[in-house]
C-alpha cells in the first residue's frame, strides 16, 4: 500500500511539474511574445474612469491584445493598474505586454497637426480651427465680446469691422493638439506664439523705422503678408512702404482696400471702391490702417523688422506672383502699363 501511495505521489508530482512547465511555458510566451498578430497599429480612445479590465477588454475587442485578463493580472502584480491614462493612443501590435503597458502608463496620446494660414483673417482662422476633427468648440464666431475677452484684446468698436481688434494677433504655423482640445486651446497658443515672437522682433528692430509701437510694426507686417506670396519680395516691399511712409506718402496698396469693402468684395476693385473712403483705404487714408488686416507670418514680421534699404516707391504685380519695382511715377506708370494694361 506505501508502494502504491508513493507511485500516486510521484505520478501527481509529475504531473505538477508538467503543469509548471506549461504554465511558465505559457507566462514566458505571453511577456514576451507581440500582444497582437495584427500588422498595422491602431487608435482607442480610454474614456475617463476605464477600469484596467475595460481597457483590456476594449484592447481585446480591437483585436490589440489576445490575452485580456492575463493583462489585467499582470497590471494587478504590478501594481500598475490604476495608472493608465485617459484619452486617444495609438498601439502598436508589435508590442511586448510590457511595452504595451508602458504606453497605457505613459499616456502619450495621438497629436494632430493644424497649420494656421499665413494672410487669412481672424474670422477664417476661426472658422478653420471649429472645422477640425475631434475639436471641442468653446468659441462662437458671432460673440465678439466673449472673443475679445478671450484674448485680453480691445475692440476697436466700429460694427463694421467687427474682427479688426483681432486681426493679426495670432502666429500662423503649425500647431498639434489632441482629441477633446478647444478652439481656445489652439488660439490661445497662436496667440502666445505670436506675443513672443512680435516682441523678440520689436528688441532687435533695425534703426530709424518709422513705428512708434510694436502694434504698428504688426499692422505693416500684415500689409507685407497680403502684398506678396514670393519669400524674397518681403523686405523689399516692407521698403516701399517704410520709404513712402516716411515721405507721408500714402500706402495706396489693394489688400487694404479689399480689407474696407469687407463682405461685399466680389474679386474686384474698382474705380469707386478706390474713390470710396474706408478706415482702411489707403488710397484716401495717410499712414496705417488702423488694424492688421490678416495674420502676418513670422517672416512678414522680420521683413518689416528688417526692410531692404531701397530707392523704391512704387511697384507693381508682373502677373506671375512677382513684382516690378520702380523709384519713379514715370517708370511705375510705365511697369503698370506693360504689366496690368497691355495684358
Known sequence: MIKTLLRGLAAV????????????????????QPVSD??????????????????AEQLHQAGLLSSPKWFVWYLRYHDQHGLIK????????????????????????VKYPVTLIAGHTFEQTLLQIEALPKIKRVLNVEQTDELYKAFSLKSLGDENYPFAGLEGWFLPETYLYQAGDSDLNILTRAHEALNTTLQEAWQKRAKELPFKTPYEAL???SLVEKETAVPEERALIAGVFINRLKKRMRLQTDPTVIYGIGAKYDGNIRKADLL??????????????PSPIALPSREAIEAVMHPDKTKALYFVAKGNGEHYFSET??????????YQLMR
Not at 495584427?38 to 476605464?50: A, F, N, R
Not at 493612443?89 to 502619450?108: N, S
Not at 483705404?281 to 496705417?288: D, E, S
Open 13 to 32: 508530482s509529475g504531473l505538477l511539474v508538467v503543469v509548471a512547465f506549461i504554465f511558465g511555458f505559457q507566462v514566458q510566451q505571453f511577456l514576451t
Open 86 to 109: 485617459t484619452g486617444e493612443m495609438r498601439i502598436q501590435p508589435q508590442w511586448t505586454v510590457e511595452e504595451l503597458a508602458q504606453a497605457l502608463i505613459k499616456g502619450e496620446t
Open 38 to 55: 495584427l500588422t498595422e497599429s491602431k487608435i482607442i480612445e480610454i474614456q475617463p474612469g476605464s477600469s484596467a479590465y475595460k481597457v
Open 276 to 289: 470710396k473712403k474706408t478706415p482702411y483705404n489707403t488710397y484716401r487714408i495717410n499712414g496705417l490702417p
Open 329 to 338: 511715377l514715370i517708370e511705375h506708370n510705365k511697369a503698370v502699363r506693360k
Open 219 to 221: 499692422i505693416m507686417a
